[in-house]
C-alpha cells in the first residue's frame, strides 16, 4: 500500500505542552502544531475496514519544507501514532511494525510532505 500524505511533517517531541490535570498530575501533552498535523493527516489516508494486524515494513521519505536538522526517528514515531490513530495500524508494536528499512528525511520546500509505503514483512 503506498500512499502520501500532503503536509509538511511534524515530530510530537517538539514543543510538547506541560499541564497539571483536574487530580494535580502534570502530565505532557504534543504541541497544537502536531495535534492539528494528526488531525489533518486522515485526509490523506487510505480507508480500510480493519486496521492492519500481521507484520510489516513502514517505509516512509519525509520531504521537510526547510533544511533544518530533524531527528529522522521522532518523525517516524510522530508517523506511526497517526497510522495507529486513524487505524490503518492496529498497533505501533514491534509484533506489528516490525521494520522501518528505507526510510529517510529529504528536502522539498516547495511540496514538504511524507510518501508512506506499507509492505508486508516476511519472516526470514
Known amino acids: ?25 502534570i502530565f505532557i501533552a ?3 502544531a502536531y495535534q492539528a498535523y494528526e488531525k489533518d493527516a ?12 500481521c507484520p510489516v515494513n513502514v517505509k516512509a521519505v519525509f520531504y521537510m519544507p526547510t533544511r533544518r536538522r530533524v531527528d529522522l526517528v521522532n518523525l517516524e514515531e510522530a508517523l506511526c501514532d497517526v497510522l495507529v490513530h486513524h487505524g490503518i495500524l492496529e498497533d505501533d508494536n514491534y509484533r506489528i511494525i516490525q521494520s522501518m528499512d528505507g526510510s529517510r ?20
Open 1 to 25: 500500500m503506498k500512499f502520501v500524505i500532503q503536509i509538511a511533517p511534524r515530530t510530537k517531541k517538539n514543543s510538547q505542552q506541560i499541564f497539571r490535570g483536574p487530580n494535580g498530575r
Open 30 to 32: 504534543p504541541s497544537k
Open 42 to 53: 486522515r485526509f490523506f489516508l487510505p480507508k480500510l475496514r480493519e486496521p492492519i494486524r
Open 105 to 124: 528525511v529529504e528536502y522539498d520546500k516547495n511540496n514538504p510532505r511524507t510518501e508512506v509505503e506499507i509492505t508486508e514483512a516476511f519472516d526470514e
